[in-house]
């Protein structure tokens, strides 16, 4: 069974939670929106999240389909 790799963070613009992948530059944390889901010629979108609030995927999902992430704090 593949588990899918994913982060959750709250993005520091709108305050709204974004999943995507994680990504950390020059004390800037990221959240990567993979939009090339929906078409190949859609780019990636970057947010700029809070480090304290990056949480992983952990594979599991509530009795109402939700996605269960680990608490945040992933940060350098």
Same mark, same amino acid.
């Given at each position: =069974? ?17 999943? *995507?992948?994680? #990504? ?11 939009? &090339?889901?929906?078409?190949?010629? =859609?780019?990636?979108?970057? #947010? ?7 949480? &992983? ?15 945040? *704090?992933? #940060?350098?």
């Amino acid at each position: =069974m593949k588990r899918e790799i994913l982060y959750r963070g709250k993005c520091i613009e709108t305050g709204k939670w974004v999943e *995507g992948y994680y #990504y950390a530059e020059c004390d800037c944390y990221y959240i990567i929106k993979n939009c &090339q889901i929906k078409s190949e010629t =859609m780019r990636n979108i970057p #947010y700029e999240v809070i480090p304290e609030t990056v949480g &992983q995927y952990t594979g599991l999902k509530d009795r109402n389909g939700v996605r269960q992430f680990k608490n945040g *704090g992933i #940060y350098e």
